[in-house]
């Protein structure tokens, strides 16, 4: 049995389709929600992640993405990424191919084309008439865009569990739209954006970057289930958290989702609603959160 998770109603989709389609054609789980999400990086259609993304403040995209296997904890990350997709590839290869765990910007645009990747622009003509558009719009109405869209949670974070307990996690992003350049959120850092173990489980996190990485997010959430939390529960009691210590919080989405090693799964938001994307061996279904009422 596989179970697949993926964040958002769009790009998550797309994520979750093609990790799935990887996993029929015998894909490990690692490599399937790496493919997963580069079929999601390589959709110029999704304004999500990748390939005509939403750009930084200067018009420029910055990639962010890490992947986590929870067998022996390796992970590998990239942030700040220009001009190469899939930036979750990228990641992965720092997991197999160095004994590091993050390697940032032009270094990482680098590693990526000795690791074969090629240089291309990423912003597609539809990426630069929302950036003009954006560029045009009153502080208050640029507010309200960042803070209440879909669109702007600019990333798919999934996790995987496969028999035998094996989790894994991986999430891609460009990061919360119209970001200061050389802005980093939590979707790259291991603990924040992402966790596996597969004594436990595998949680992420979407939404406010700052605010989850604050919170340690997806590691709290893991420990929540270490100690003996079901998986919603678990979810629950890291909003709650940010809810009391992170007032903040509130103001945006931030997003907890889990998947035990028994493939018990859950998912909470501060603000909003949360469409969560499940698959059990091909079969699909969306489910919406509400967010917490505290
Ligand atoms: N967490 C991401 C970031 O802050 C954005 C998102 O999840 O939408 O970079």
């Known amino acids: 049995m596989t179970t697949l998770l993926a964040s958002w109603r769009d790009p998550g989709k797309v994520a979750i389709e093609a990790a799935w389609a990887a996993r029929e054609e015998g894909a490990s789980l690692v490599a ?13 259609n999704l304004v999500a992640i990748g390939l005509g993304a939403l750009p930084n403040a200067d018009g420029e995209l910055e990639l962010d993405a ?6 022996d904890l390796s992970a590998g ?20 191919a160095t004994p590091h765990l993050m390697i940032a910007g032009e270094q ?27 560029l045009k719009m009153p502080a208050e109405a640029e507010r ?43 979707s790259p850092i291991i603990g924040a954006g992402i966790y596996a173990d597969d004594e436990i489980g595998a949680a992420g996190a979407t939404g406010w970057g700052e605010e989850l990485w604050k919170a340690m997010a997806s590691f709290r959430t ?5 100690q003996g939390m079901g998986a919603q529960a678990a979810c629950e009691a890291t909003v709650r958290h940010m809810l009391r210590r992170q007032p903040h919080s509130r103001d945006m989405a931030c ?19 949360f469409p969560l994307w499940i698959c059990r061996d091909g079969s699909f279904e969306l489910r919406v959160f509400e967010a917490l009422k505290s």
């Open 222 to 226: 893991v420990e929540f289930m270490r």
């Open 66 to 71: 890490s992947i986590m296997d929870g067998c």
């Open 108 to 134: 990482a645009r680098r590693f990526a084309i000795s690791q074969g990747f090629h240089p291309r622009n990423l912003m597609t003509a539809e990426s630069v008439r929302r950036y003009d558009e954006w």
């Open 144 to 186: 309200r865009y960042v803070h209440s869209t879909e669109e702007s949670h600019d990333t798919v974070t999934v996790l995987g569990l496969e028999s035998e307990r094996h989790v894994a996690a991986a999430s891609s992003t460009s990061g919360l739209a119209w970001k200061m350049p050389g802005r980093v959120g939590d």
């Open 255 to 273: 997003v907890a989702f889990a998947l035990r090693a028994d493939g018990d799964f859950g998912a909470a938001t501060t603000h909003a609603e």
């Open 77 to 96: 990350a990239v942030c700040g990424l220009r001009g190469i997709v899939p930036a979750i590839s990228v990641a992965r290869r720092v997991m197999e």
């Open 32 to 44: 399937s929600l790496e493919q997963g999400l580069a079929a999601a990086e390589l959709d110029p």
